[in-house]
């Protein structure tokens, strides 16, 4: 089933509407979808690299905006809506953990945020519920997404114009990896100032 998505969106990136379905695959995957808008943004950014901060741009907003909808989503519709949506993608214990949690602050869902826009750990939308859920200050919540998200696709895009197809292959297989090592580092860092001082 999830090659199947996979496949699907990929395949969107041929299409004219191809911007429209950037932004409404970006606003989903902030709240509700599985399968990243990254997989709609390379193909688009590699056939067309002049406009690489235009869908750089159009990601990033959307993403912002459905992350809006997910905290909105965890903040008011949290049984009806937000705990089906984490059980059918099986991330309801994780996040029943991360909420449950007493270490769960603001620093740690500002590092949370930073983690998802630049390595997709935790899901975005997980991050975006939980962010609802705890009631994190909604205007603080969008700053900090405009930044996590907006870094991811406006580095993409920089990438992508600077070194074109070859980059494709190391963002694609190994970027994630590196991000993911950066990510860890920071939690790491993060536990140590916190329980340090």
């Avoid at 907003?61 to 984490?86: E, K, N, Q």
């Avoid at 074109?164 to 860890?184: C, S, V």
Wanted: no cysteine; proline share 4%; charged share 15%.
């Amino acid at each position: 089933m999830l090659r199947g998505l996979y496949d699907w969106t990929l395949s969107l990136a041929a299409r004219k509407s191809a911007e429209w379905w950037l932004a409404f695959i970006a606003f989903v995957e902030s709240s509700v979808f599985l399968v990243p808008a990254d997989v709609l943004y390379l193909p688009m950014a590699l056939s067309r690299p002049d406009r690489a901060y235009r869908y750089a741009l159009i990601a990033t907003v959307a993403s912002v905006l459905g992350g809006i909808a997910g905290w909105f989503i965890g903040h008011y519709a949290y049984d009806a809506v937000a705990r089906p949506i984490l059980e059918f993608y099986g991330k309801y214990d994780e996040f029943e953990q991360l909420r449950a949690s007493a270490g769960v602050s603001i620093e740690f869902i500002i590092l949370m945020l930073i983690t998802s826009g630049a390595a997709h750990l935790p899901p975005i939308k997980v991050v975006t519920i939980l962010s609802g859920a705890l009631g994190v200050n909604l205007a603080l919540f969008i700053v900090l997404a405009i930044i996590a998200r907006g870094g991811r696709f406006l580095l993409l895009a920089w990438l992508l114009r600077r070194y074109g197809e070859p980059i494709r292959e190391f963002i694609e297989k190994r970027l994630g990896l590196i991000a993911g090592a950066a990510a860890a580092a920071l939690i790491l860092l993060y536990i140590l100032v916190k329980y340090a001082l």
